[in-house]
């Protein structure tokens, strides 16, 4: 697996969830992991499946890209990227993370964001975490 971390701050909002992404970060023809930090700014979605709009100042986003998954294995794949993100920030912070589905909870505060998208070469998963 590649893995970077991009020193720049660069502002999630959503664009980075695509294929074309990791083809700059971490050009290869592997799985690949980029890192980087910065503020989030996703609009929510409007119509039957609407969603909240996702907005904070700092956070820590992990984006995954996985070459030839299944979208099932993709969510599976999601998971265990939560649970060790929970054993890090418990590990660090000393704070009790509490793990619900895909998120990460401090008592009833939601802690970070996290989805899986398929792709023509496989999956990819984005979890940003709130720092501020």
């Known amino acids: 697996m590649n893995v970077v971390h991009v020193d720049d701050t660069l502002e999630y909002d959503g664009s980075q969830l695509q294929t ?10 592997e799985d690949a992991l980029v890192t980087f930090r910065g503020p989030t700014g996703v609009p ?5 499946a609407a969603a909240p709009a996702i907005a904070s100042p700092l956070m820590a986003h992990v984006l995954v890209e996985h070459r030839d998954m299944s979208l099932r294995a993709g969510l599976l794949a999601q998971r265990l990227l939560v649970r ?4 890090f920030i418990r590990g660090r912070a000393g704070v009790p993370i509490e793990i ?11 802690l970070s964001v996290s989805l899986v998208t398929p792709t023509p070469r496989g999956v990819l998963i984005h979890l940003g975490v709130n720092v501020e």
């Open 100 to 110: 619900r589905g895909a998120a990460l909870l401090v008592g009833d505060a939601r």
């Open 84 to 87: 060790l993100a929970a054993g």
């Open 20 to 29: 074309s992404f990791f083809d700059v970060h971490a050009p290869g023809a």
């Open 44 to 48: 929510g979605a409007h119509g039957p």
